[in-house]
């Protein structure tokens, strides 16, 4: 069962990868406009996300089993992003340096889970509020992988670039 989910999780991957064909250095970390985020720090939100529910215990950072600069609590939600800029080290990365940690942040998680080869209809340690058990858990992060790379493109298209046709 886990492999099929694994499988839904690689498909997402794949688009982010089209979503950052082409993207300009220069416009990793840009907002395209007041109250929206960047496509480095979407990648941010996705990698801390997928880290802590497949790598973690609930929202205990210090439990992650995965290191990254893109598992930061400014990418933890929008509320705290908008209201943060990404720090020098994020700055300092390239649209493929990013693209890059994002999937090795996603190969490390996927392998954590994989280990822990969890009954997906149990509820994990430290879970969020809302009861999610590993199977509901999956299902999220198959919805948002899809949701947040839908942003990237509607970032790129706002600041101008032409995109891989999605």
């Known amino acids: 069962m886990i492999e099929v989910y694994l499988r839904m999780l690689d498909g997402g991957y794949f688009e982010i990868g089209e979503a950052f064909k082409g993207l300009a250095n220069e416009n990793v970390w840009k907002r395209p406009a007041e109250g929206l985020l960047s496509v480095g720090e979407i990648a941010g939100h996705i990698a801390y996300w997928e880290a802590l529910r497949f790598a973690g215990e609930g929202e205990d950072l210090a439990s992650c089993r ?41 190969t490390e998680s996927v392998a954590c889970i994989k280990a822990l080869n969890p009954d997906m209809e149990s509820t994990p340690t430290g879970q969020l509020p809302g009861g999610f058990t590993y199977g509901s858990q999956f299902e999220y992060m198959v919805f948002h992988i899809g949701y947040h790379t839908g942003q990237m493109y509607s970032v790129r298209h706002l600041l101008g670039e032409k995109t891989p046709d999605n």
């Not at 929008?78 to 994002?102: C, F, G, N, R």
């Open 66 to 106: 995965v290191s990254s600069p893109l598992i930061d609590v400014r990418f933890r939600y929008y509320t705290s992003s908008i209201t943060t800029s990404p720090s020098d080290k994020h700055l300092a990365m390239t649209a493929q340096q990013v693209y890059q940690e994002l999937l090795r942040v996603h």
